[in-house]
Nanobody, 127 residues
Framework: QVQLVESGGGLVQPGGSLRLSCAAS????????IGWFRQAPGKEREGVSC????????YYADSAKGRFTISRDNAKNTVYLQMNSLEPEDTAVYYC????????????????????WGQGTQVTVSS
């Protein structure tokens, strides 16, 4: 059974850091492109970052550049999203998603192309 489980969310003060994890089971995450998305209250879900399966190409939304880093740990079958210098505008539910065929291009992750999704983890940035 294919499953993605996010963890690592929580409440953090502005300027703080969190590392989100996306643990996969039922498939080898290294063979899949992984995307991170987020949805803030009252807003549409947006792509934040992604990493391709074949060449490890990465993408970051403008809001994430210089602050977020996506990485893989194949031994743990997990993808991470390190988030630094967090801002209140980063408050959202964060989702990871996987797809075997899509590519992480410079246009960012297209949520319609991802077949497998986690349940989401809440990130709240507030003082």
């Amino acid at each position: 059974q294919v499953q993605l489980v996010e963890s690592g969310g929580g409440l953090v003060q502005p300027g703080g850091s969190l590392r989100l994890s996306c643990a996969a089971s039922g498939f080898i995450i290294d063979y899949y492109t992984i995307g991170w998305f987020r949805q803030a209250p009252g807003k549409e879900r947006e792509g934040v970052s992604c990493i391709s399966s074949n060449d490890g190409n990465t993408y970051y939304a403008d809001s994430a550049k210089g602050r977020f880093t996506i990485s893989r740990d194949n031994a743990k079958n997990t993808v991470y999203l390190q988030m630094n210098s967090l801002e209140p505008e980063d408050t959202a539910v964060y989702y990871c998603a996987a797809d075997h065929f899509t590519y992480c291009s410079g246009y960012g992750p297209n949520q319609g192309e991802y077949d497998y999704w986690g349940q989401g983890t809440q990130v709240t940035v507030s003082s």
